[in-house]
């Protein structure tokens, strides 16, 4: 079965320490894994999508990288704007629905 | 703003009553998702629709149904319904089904839907 963990749970930094996230994912046929950052009550902000083992992705603060079998989402210098709950998810090549982790709830403190 | 539009953006209803979800995709998308998220789960995929027809249904109760429409909207019904329905239901969208062309999903903003 497709599945996807994220770890921590919550993650509370001061504003400037940097920190990473992980996600750990088994599926049969990773077509791409997904980025989402989501605000309280509000929709999944697209980030990232990853398709292949060794690829990395950058974005402000953000940088997502992929192996065979997790992505890690690193946050460097983090502000307390960054603060949200970031959502990895899988997509197989079988299927086009994305799988969700339960996400890391970050909190960025000044 | 993702682009995809859901209406409404709240809702309150009493268990066994019917209520309809709506859902306007980004311009130009084909492909309908609609998801389940609930405060002791992730996202939950129910069902997907592309230019019309059904492609993927996922945990979706029997219910619960959905169709997408010749301009694209989509709808999503819940009926009979119970206090564990109350969720945010999220609609994306995307080109094509992201099998075909690995295109990204986009989310709206969620309806809010509380069974009292």
């Known amino acids: 079965e497709d599945q996807v963990t994220q770890s921590p749970e919550a993650l509370r930094l001061q504003e400037g320490e940097s920190s990473s ?4 994912y088994t599926v049969s046929g990773l077509r791409g894994l997904f980025w989402y950052r ?12 990853l398709y292949s083992a060794g690829e990395e992705k950058e ?18 210098a983090p502000k307390p704007e960054d603060s ?19 996400g890391t709830r970050l909190q960025v403190f000044p | 703003d993702s682009g995809v539009t859901q209406t409404p ?3 309150i209803t009493a268990t066994g009553q019917r209520v309809t979800l709506r859902c306007s995709p980004r311009s130009g998308d084909l492909s309908v998702y609609w998801y389940q998220q609930s405060l002791d789960q992730g996202l939950q995929f129910l069902i997907q629709y592309y230019n019309g027809e059904e492609r993927a249904k996922g945990n ?10 010749p301009d694209l909207h989509s709808e999503l019904n819940l009926s009979s319904l119970e206090l564990g329905d109350s969720a ?16 990204t999903i986009y989310f709206g903003e969620g309806s809010w839907l509380t069974v009292v």
């Open chain 1, 59 to 76: 974005k402000e603060r953000l940088k997502a990288t992929l192996t065979k079998k997790e992505s890690f989402l690193h946050i460097t």
């Open chain 2, 88 to 103: 945010l239901y999220f609609c994306a969208s995307s080109v094509e089904p992201t099998s075909v062309s690995g295109n």
């Open chain 1, 21 to 24: 996230l992980n996600c750990s």
């Open chain 2, 9 to 11: 953006k709240h809702l």
């Open chain 1, 38 to 49: 989501q605000d309280p009550g509000k929709g999944p902000e697209f980030l990232f999508t």
């Open chain 1, 84 to 102: 949200a709950t970031y959502l990895c998810a899988v997509q197989a090549f079988h299927t086009d629905k994305l799988i969700f982790g339960t």
């Open chain 2, 60 to 69: 979706i109760l029997e219910r619960f149904s959905a169709q997408q429409f």
